[in-house]
């Protein structure tokens, strides 16, 4: 909860102060957005635009990217880094990446374990010793999510790569500013990595409750 609460601010940081820097090329998240879709072939994804404050994502079920308005209408290398990231999610589905069909074709058994997970793992503590199964078959469940956490990892790097090699080779950032870009993507993906490695060291806590271990 610590680290994700620092990783938290410091992505706030790294957002406000890049959000100050304009981009050499002086195009918005949404140009940026439209003008990699192009570029790499892809029709039919809309980008649109949506409340709220880094709440940009890809959205594959409608082929969408929503991005936030400060990206949306943004002029700076944050906005045209966070719109060029998610677009690389939008490349990706249009490719095939592996990871990511792998990632999507959880999503419902993930849905059904989020809901339903906590209450099988309280119970399967509260009956431990009457009914040990029950908090293995909630461990099961937990470890659903987790292996979905560990997935997203490679999705969200590669989309950065990708963002950052475009932004980079289309002279939307320069020798100067295409390290903002990087370095405001990476404090975005180590929220992934908090996440996956809280996500796991629960998982690993429920397995030695189970098996008795302290």
């Known amino acids: ?36 879709l192009e570029r790499n072939g892809i029709h039919g994804v809309e980008v649109l635009s949506v409340d709220g404050r880094l709440t940009d994502h890809y959205n594959p079920k409608d082929s969408t990217i929503n991005l936030s308005r400060d990206v949306y209408s943004g002029r700076s290398v944050a906005a045209c880094a966070v719109a060029a990231h998610e677009t690389g999610h939008a490349i990706q589905h249009a490719k095939g990446y592996g990871p ?11 849905n059904f374990a ?10 399967g503590v509260l009956f431990i ?16 999510t987790t292996l979905f956490s560990l997935v997203t990892l490679p999705v969200e790097i590669d989309a950065s790569s990708r963002a950052v090699a475009w932004l980079s080779s289309e002279g939307v950032v320069d020798e100067y ?17 908090i996440a996956a490695v809280g996500s ?5 806590y429920y397995i030695a409750m189970a098996s008795g271990r302290r």
């Open 129 to 144: 010793n009457i009914s040990p199964a029950l908090l293995w078959v909630g461990i099961g469940l937990f470890a659903f």
């Open 200 to 204: 796991l060291a629960t998982l690993l």
């Open 100 to 110: 990511l069909k792998f990632r999507t074709a959880m999503v419902p058994v993930v």
């Open 1 to 36: 909860m610590v680290a994700s609460f620092i990783v938290q601010r410091k992505l706030q940081s790294k957002f406000d102060k890049y959000s100050d820097v304009p981009s050499p090329g002086g195009m918005t998240g949404a140009e940026v957005a439209r003008l990699m």
């Open 114 to 123: 989020n809901n339903t997970v906590q209450w099988v793992l309280l119970a």
């Open 177 to 193: 500013t295409r390290p903002m870009a990087a370095d405001a993507l990476k404090w975005a993906a180590y929220t992934y990595v």
